[in-house]
Protein backbone atom coordinates (compact mmCIF):
# COMPACT_ATOMS: atom_id res chain seq x y z
CA UNK A 1 0.00 0.00 0.00
CA UNK A 2 1.76 3.28 -1.31
CA UNK A 3 1.58 5.89 1.09
CA UNK A 4 1.50 9.41 -0.03
CA UNK A 5 2.91 12.58 0.80
CA UNK A 6 1.08 14.90 3.52
CA UNK A 7 1.22 18.44 1.94
CA UNK A 8 1.13 20.93 4.90
CA UNK A 9 1.69 24.44 3.82
CA UNK A 10 -0.82 24.70 0.93
CA UNK A 11 -4.00 23.86 3.12
CA UNK A 12 -2.21 26.10 5.62
CA UNK A 13 -2.13 28.84 3.95
CA UNK A 14 -5.25 28.67 2.19
CA UNK A 15 -6.71 27.66 5.73
CA UNK A 16 -5.28 31.47 6.74
CA UNK A 17 -6.49 33.03 3.41
CA UNK A 18 -10.19 32.38 4.15
CA UNK A 19 -10.09 32.26 8.04
CA UNK A 20 -7.37 35.17 9.13
CA UNK A 21 -8.83 36.86 11.72
CA UNK A 22 -9.96 33.35 13.53
CA UNK A 23 -6.22 32.64 12.53
CA UNK A 24 -5.38 35.56 14.68
CA UNK A 25 -7.73 34.83 17.79
CA UNK A 26 -6.29 31.66 18.45
CA UNK A 27 -2.70 31.74 18.17
CA UNK A 28 -1.95 35.07 19.04
CA UNK A 29 -4.90 37.02 20.98
CA UNK A 30 -3.13 39.90 22.49
CA UNK A 31 -2.67 41.23 18.71
CA UNK A 32 -6.22 40.16 17.73
CA UNK A 33 -7.30 42.66 20.49
CA UNK A 34 -5.98 44.94 19.46
CA UNK A 35 -6.46 45.36 15.84
CA UNK A 36 -10.04 47.30 14.16
CA UNK A 37 -11.50 43.98 12.51
CA UNK A 38 -14.78 46.60 11.44
CA UNK A 39 -11.66 48.45 8.68
CA UNK A 40 -10.46 45.19 7.55
CA UNK A 41 -7.05 43.91 6.16
CA UNK A 42 -5.35 43.67 3.12
CA UNK A 43 -3.50 40.53 1.96
CA UNK A 44 -0.10 41.59 0.35
CA UNK A 45 1.24 38.25 -1.07
CA UNK A 46 2.17 39.50 -4.11
CA UNK A 47 4.63 41.86 -2.34
CA UNK A 48 5.98 39.35 -0.40
CA UNK A 49 6.43 36.57 -3.22
CA UNK A 50 8.41 39.28 -4.46
CA UNK A 51 10.76 40.34 -1.64
CA UNK A 52 10.79 35.98 -1.09
CA UNK A 53 12.68 35.37 -4.02
CA UNK A 54 14.95 38.77 -4.07
CA UNK A 55 16.05 37.57 -0.75
CA UNK A 56 16.78 34.34 -2.13
CA UNK A 57 16.03 32.17 1.41
CA UNK A 58 13.74 29.27 0.03
CA UNK A 59 10.32 28.76 -1.04
CA UNK A 60 7.58 28.48 2.00
CA UNK A 61 4.39 28.64 0.04
CA UNK A 62 2.50 29.23 3.58
CA UNK A 63 4.29 32.47 4.58
CA UNK A 64 1.58 35.41 4.77
CA UNK A 65 2.08 38.97 4.74
CA UNK A 66 -1.51 41.38 5.89
CA UNK A 67 -1.53 44.86 6.68
CA UNK A 68 -3.92 45.55 9.43
CA UNK A 69 -4.86 48.78 11.70
CA UNK A 70 -5.31 49.12 15.45
CA UNK A 71 -8.27 50.80 17.29
CA UNK A 72 -5.88 53.27 18.61
CA UNK A 73 -7.37 55.18 15.68
CA UNK A 74 -3.94 56.49 14.72
CA UNK A 75 -3.37 56.05 11.05
CA UNK A 76 -0.45 53.59 11.28
CA UNK A 77 -0.62 50.41 10.49
CA UNK A 78 1.05 46.86 11.07
CA UNK A 79 2.41 44.60 8.28
CA UNK A 80 1.95 40.80 10.26
CA UNK A 81 4.64 38.54 8.43
CA UNK A 82 3.72 34.96 9.13
CA UNK A 83 5.47 31.59 9.30
CA UNK A 84 3.74 28.41 8.97
CA UNK A 85 7.38 26.51 8.75
CA UNK A 86 6.77 22.42 8.96
CA UNK A 87 10.02 21.49 8.93
CA UNK A 88 13.14 22.07 11.14
CA UNK A 89 15.33 24.77 9.31
CA UNK A 90 18.73 25.97 10.70
CA UNK A 91 18.79 29.17 10.01
CA UNK A 92 15.02 30.08 10.27
CA UNK A 93 15.55 33.03 12.45
CA UNK A 94 17.61 34.57 10.21
CA UNK A 95 15.32 34.00 7.29
CA UNK A 96 12.53 35.93 10.08
CA UNK A 97 15.03 38.68 10.77
CA UNK A 98 16.31 39.02 6.85
CA UNK A 99 12.00 38.77 5.78
CA UNK A 100 11.32 41.65 8.75
CA UNK A 101 13.83 44.34 7.34
CA UNK A 102 13.37 43.90 3.83
CA UNK A 103 9.39 44.98 4.66
CA UNK A 104 10.35 47.62 6.94
CA UNK A 105 12.88 48.81 3.94
CA UNK A 106 9.82 48.45 1.05
CA UNK A 107 6.93 50.32 3.72
CA UNK A 108 8.76 51.96 6.60
CA UNK A 109 6.03 50.59 8.60
CA UNK A 110 6.10 48.43 11.82
CA UNK A 111 6.61 44.76 10.20
CA UNK A 112 5.25 41.82 13.46
CA UNK A 113 6.81 38.87 12.28
CA UNK A 114 4.79 35.91 14.00
CA UNK A 115 5.93 31.80 13.24
CA UNK A 116 3.87 29.04 13.67
CA UNK A 117 6.06 25.68 14.18
CA UNK A 118 4.52 22.50 12.64
CA UNK A 119 7.34 20.50 12.59
CA UNK A 120 7.59 17.40 14.68
CA UNK A 121 10.65 18.51 16.82
CA UNK A 122 9.64 19.04 20.83
CA UNK A 123 12.98 21.35 21.73
CA UNK A 124 13.00 22.97 18.18
CA UNK A 125 11.79 26.76 19.19
CA UNK A 126 13.43 29.57 17.56
CA UNK A 127 12.19 32.73 18.35
CA UNK A 128 15.20 35.45 17.98
CA UNK A 129 18.04 36.29 15.33
CA UNK A 130 20.79 39.04 15.69
CA UNK A 131 24.47 39.53 15.37
CA UNK A 132 26.99 41.85 17.65
CA UNK A 133 30.38 43.82 17.19
CA UNK A 134 32.31 46.30 18.45
CA UNK A 135 29.36 47.92 20.12
CA UNK A 136 27.12 47.49 17.30
CA UNK A 137 24.09 44.98 17.88
CA UNK A 138 21.08 44.04 15.44
CA UNK A 139 18.78 41.62 16.45
CA UNK A 140 14.87 40.71 16.11
CA UNK A 141 12.82 38.71 18.21
CA UNK A 142 9.57 37.00 17.20
CA UNK A 143 6.62 35.39 18.81
CA UNK A 144 6.40 31.53 18.50
CA UNK A 145 3.43 29.05 18.43
CA UNK A 146 4.58 25.41 18.25
CA UNK A 147 1.63 22.99 17.44
CA UNK A 148 3.31 20.36 19.10
CA UNK A 149 2.02 21.95 22.34
CA UNK A 150 -1.51 21.89 21.76
CA UNK A 151 -0.77 17.58 22.03
CA UNK A 152 -1.78 18.22 25.58
CA UNK A 153 -4.66 20.37 24.99
CA UNK A 154 -6.72 17.70 22.64
CA UNK A 155 -9.92 18.30 25.03
CA UNK A 156 -9.96 22.56 24.62
CA UNK A 157 -9.36 21.72 20.58
CA UNK A 158 -12.17 19.06 20.20
CA UNK A 159 -15.08 21.41 22.40
CA UNK A 160 -13.37 25.04 20.51
CA UNK A 161 -15.58 26.32 17.80
CA UNK A 162 -12.70 28.14 16.46
CA UNK A 163 -11.83 26.76 12.88
CA UNK A 164 -7.95 26.47 13.46
CA UNK A 165 -8.59 23.90 16.40
CA UNK A 166 -10.03 21.43 13.67
CA UNK A 167 -6.98 22.76 11.24
CA UNK A 168 -3.83 21.56 14.53
CA UNK A 169 -5.92 18.82 15.09
CA UNK A 170 -5.58 18.13 11.62
CA UNK A 171 -2.23 18.47 11.22
CA UNK A 172 -1.56 16.88 14.16
CA UNK A 173 -3.44 13.62 13.57
CA UNK A 174 -1.58 13.45 9.92
CA UNK A 175 2.18 13.57 11.73
CA UNK A 176 0.99 11.04 14.05
CA UNK A 177 -0.37 9.08 11.36
CA UNK A 178 2.55 9.07 8.35
CA UNK A 179 3.32 5.55 7.69
CA UNK A 180 0.21 4.14 9.44
CA UNK A 181 -3.10 4.42 6.75
CA UNK A 182 -5.43 2.47 8.89
CA UNK A 183 -4.71 5.10 11.53
CA UNK A 184 -5.16 7.85 9.27
CA UNK A 185 -8.24 6.63 8.19
CA UNK A 186 -10.10 6.14 11.22
CA UNK A 187 -8.34 9.81 12.40
CA UNK A 188 -9.97 11.48 9.69
CA UNK A 189 -13.68 10.30 10.31
CA UNK A 190 -12.84 11.12 14.09
CA UNK A 191 -12.30 14.51 12.85
CA UNK A 192 -15.15 15.02 10.24
CA UNK A 193 -17.37 13.50 12.14
CA UNK A 194 -16.55 16.22 15.23
CA UNK A 195 -17.53 18.68 12.81
CA UNK A 196 -21.35 17.67 13.08
CA UNK A 197 -21.07 17.58 16.66
CA UNK A 198 -20.00 20.54 16.88
CA UNK A 199 -23.24 22.12 15.21
CA UNK A 200 -21.18 23.70 12.28
CA UNK A 201 -23.43 24.44 9.21
CA UNK A 202 -23.22 22.48 6.09
CA UNK A 203 -21.21 25.36 4.03
CA UNK A 204 -18.53 24.85 7.20
CA UNK A 205 -18.80 21.54 7.28
CA UNK A 206 -17.93 22.01 3.66
CA UNK A 207 -14.92 24.58 3.48
CA UNK A 208 -13.34 22.26 6.68
CA UNK A 209 -13.67 18.88 5.35
CA UNK A 210 -11.80 20.74 2.07
CA UNK A 211 -8.88 21.08 4.22
CA UNK A 212 -8.68 18.20 6.50
CA UNK A 213 -9.07 16.37 2.82
CA UNK A 214 -6.15 17.98 1.65
CA UNK A 215 -3.98 17.30 4.57
CA UNK A 216 -5.32 14.07 5.52
CA UNK A 217 -4.25 11.75 2.30
CA UNK A 218 -5.05 8.90 2.15
CA UNK A 219 -4.35 5.68 -0.22
CA UNK A 220 -6.89 4.99 -3.17
CA UNK A 221 -7.65 1.95 -1.79
CA UNK A 222 -8.60 3.23 1.51
CA UNK A 223 -10.20 6.61 0.41
CA UNK A 224 -13.11 4.59 -1.06
CA UNK A 225 -13.50 3.17 2.63
CA UNK A 226 -13.66 6.37 4.21
CA UNK A 227 -16.16 7.93 1.88
CA UNK A 228 -18.59 4.56 2.41
CA UNK A 229 -17.98 5.16 6.21
CA UNK A 230 -18.78 8.87 5.83
CA UNK A 231 -22.04 8.36 3.83
CA UNK A 232 -23.00 5.20 6.42
CA UNK A 233 -22.60 7.94 9.03
CA UNK A 234 -24.59 11.14 7.65
CA UNK A 235 -27.53 8.88 6.63
CA UNK A 236 -27.71 7.68 10.73
CA UNK A 237 -27.57 11.32 11.96
CA UNK A 238 -29.79 12.50 8.59
CA UNK A 239 -27.34 14.86 7.32
CA UNK A 240 -25.63 14.24 3.72
CA UNK A 241 -23.99 17.46 4.17
CA UNK A 242 -20.95 15.46 2.23
CA UNK A 243 -21.67 13.92 -0.63
CA UNK A 244 -19.65 11.88 -3.16
CA UNK A 245 -20.90 13.85 -5.89
CA UNK A 246 -19.26 17.03 -3.50
CA UNK A 247 -16.20 15.34 -3.44
CA UNK A 248 -15.97 14.28 -7.18
CA UNK A 249 -16.58 18.22 -7.72
CA UNK A 250 -13.65 19.08 -6.01
CA UNK A 251 -11.35 16.76 -8.12
CA UNK A 252 -13.07 17.95 -11.35
CA UNK A 253 -12.84 21.62 -10.28
CA UNK A 254 -8.91 21.36 -9.97
CA UNK A 255 -8.11 19.08 -12.94
CA UNK A 256 -10.29 21.79 -15.15
CA UNK A 257 -7.87 24.53 -13.02
CA UNK A 258 -4.90 22.89 -14.15
CA UNK A 259 -5.95 22.60 -17.34
CA UNK A 260 -6.98 26.11 -18.12
CA UNK A 261 -3.20 27.23 -16.20
CA UNK A 262 -1.31 25.13 -19.10
CA UNK A 263 -3.62 26.71 -21.82
CA UNK A 264 -2.98 30.32 -20.34
CA UNK A 265 0.65 29.94 -20.19
CA UNK A 266 1.56 27.31 -23.14
CA UNK A 267 -1.56 27.18 -25.14
CA UNK A 268 -3.12 23.89 -26.69
CA UNK A 269 -2.55 21.46 -24.36
CA UNK A 270 -2.52 17.59 -26.09
CA UNK A 271 -5.37 15.39 -25.40
CA UNK A 272 -3.26 12.95 -24.35
CA UNK A 273 -2.25 14.94 -21.40
CA UNK A 274 -6.10 15.76 -20.16
CA UNK A 275 -6.86 11.88 -20.75
CA UNK A 276 -3.82 11.21 -18.28
CA UNK A 277 -4.65 13.79 -16.07
CA UNK A 278 -8.24 12.18 -16.04
CA UNK A 279 -6.76 8.82 -14.38
CA UNK A 280 -5.98 10.85 -11.09
CA UNK A 281 -8.78 11.73 -8.24
CA UNK A 282 -7.19 12.04 -5.46
CA UNK A 283 -7.43 15.92 -4.45
CA UNK A 284 -3.84 16.51 -2.98
CA UNK A 285 -2.11 15.10 -6.12
CA UNK A 286 -4.12 17.51 -8.19
CA UNK A 287 -3.59 20.48 -5.81
CA UNK A 288 0.18 19.99 -6.33
CA UNK A 289 0.07 19.20 -10.09
CA UNK A 290 -1.50 22.80 -9.83
CA UNK A 291 1.47 24.26 -8.07
CA UNK A 292 3.70 22.25 -10.72
CA UNK A 293 1.06 23.84 -13.54
CA UNK A 294 1.80 27.76 -12.66
CA UNK A 295 6.11 26.91 -12.53
CA UNK A 296 7.26 24.73 -15.10
CA UNK A 297 9.02 25.70 -18.18
CA UNK A 298 6.92 23.78 -20.64
CA UNK A 299 3.77 21.38 -21.41
CA UNK A 300 7.37 18.45 -21.72
CA UNK A 301 8.02 18.65 -18.41
CA UNK A 302 4.61 18.67 -16.47
CA UNK A 303 4.25 15.76 -18.66
CA UNK A 304 6.81 14.06 -16.81
CA UNK A 305 5.90 14.95 -13.52
CA UNK A 306 2.72 13.83 -14.10
CA UNK A 307 3.64 10.57 -15.39
CA UNK A 308 5.88 10.40 -12.33
CA UNK A 309 2.67 11.16 -9.85
CA UNK A 310 0.33 8.54 -11.80
CA UNK A 311 3.87 6.03 -11.57
CA UNK A 312 3.19 6.14 -7.72
CA UNK A 313 -0.41 5.97 -7.41
Do not use: C
Request: no cysteine.
Amino acid sequence: MVQIPSDYDSPWKEAIDIYFEPFMEFFFHQAYQEIDWSRGYESLDTELQEIIRDAETGRRLADKLVRVWLLSGKEALILIHIEIQSQVQADFGKRMYIYNHRFFDKYDQEVISLAVLGDEQTSWRPSSYGYSRWGFQSSLQFPIVKLLDYQSQWQMLESSRNPFAVIVMAHLRTQATKGDSQARLQSKLSLVRGLYEQGYSRNEILQLFRLIEWMMVLPKELEQDFRNELRSYQEENRMPYITGFEIDGMVKATRESVIEVLETRFGVVPSRLSDRLNYLDNLTQLKQLLKQSITVTSVDQFEQILAEIIAES
